[in-house]
């Protein structure tokens, strides 16, 4: 299977300060400001990853950061931040999935599909990124969660069966089947992407 780190190559998470996120909690704007900023970019990559056209992605990025602001005080420690960030970004992407179902029938507007979710010095990456993100819509959302927080993020199994709220167990045999279905997309994705396809 290709490499997802390696083709999409994601920047580094950023630490957190171990303040920024008890300062947030004390009603400080500036350090919720800075752990909303650090946050930006993962956020708006996993709602791309979900499934999202690149403009729905940007509006709820938008969304998931300020329901965080208001909810800051929910996020029980600085270890749970990226759980707790997720699990709003599930919230948020499905709803947004289930109220514009019947955009998804049709290509996003010119242009729009192309705005990059990651860091790409080439065109040539830019292209693979985009194939990867077609492939990435055509799984079972189910799927593509453990495939972003895996694959792409780095996330554990242990992690992600928290992140997700399932078992282990369950991680790892949606992990298999989430890379078998990658696998059986992945070729006629870049067929498409070759032959000038949508």
């Known amino acids: 299977m290709v490499g997802l780190s390696a083709v999409l190559d994601p920047a ?24 909303l900023a650090r946050n930006a970019n993962r956020v708006f990559r996993w709602a791309v990853l979900l ?27 600085e270890a749970a931040l990226s759980s707790w960030l997720f699990q709003i970004t599930r ?8 109220g514009a179902w019947f955009r998804r029938m049709f290509k996003p507007k ?30 079972n959302p189910m799927h593509a969660e453990v495939l972003l927080l895996g694959e792409v993020e780095g996330y554990t199994r242990p992690e992600m069966a928290r992140m997700l709220g399932i078992a282990e167990g369950t991680v790892a045999s949606r992990v298999r089947l989430a890379k078998d279905a990658f696998k059986k997309r992945w070729d006629d994705t870049l067929a498409e992407v070759e032959g000038g396809g949508a």
């Not at 008890?22 to 350090?31: E, I, L, T």
């Not at 499934?51 to 420690?77: M, V």
């Open 91 to 98: 919230r948020v992407v499905s709803n947004v999935r289930r």
């Open 51 to 77: 499934g999202l056209s690149a403009a729905d992605a940007e509006d709820a990025a938008q969304e998931i950061l300020a329901t965080a602001a208001r909810r800051i005080a929910t996020c029980e420690a």
């Open 12 to 35: 580094p998470q950023q630490p957190v300060g171990p303040t920024l996120l008890a300062r947030s909690q004390g009603g400080d704007r500036v350090a919720l400001e800075q752990l």
């Open 110 to 139: 010119t242009g729009s599909e192309h705005a990059a979710a990651f860091e790409s010095p080439t065109a040539a990456d830019a292209e693979m990124e985009l194939a990867v993100r077609r492939c990435f819509q055509k799984l």
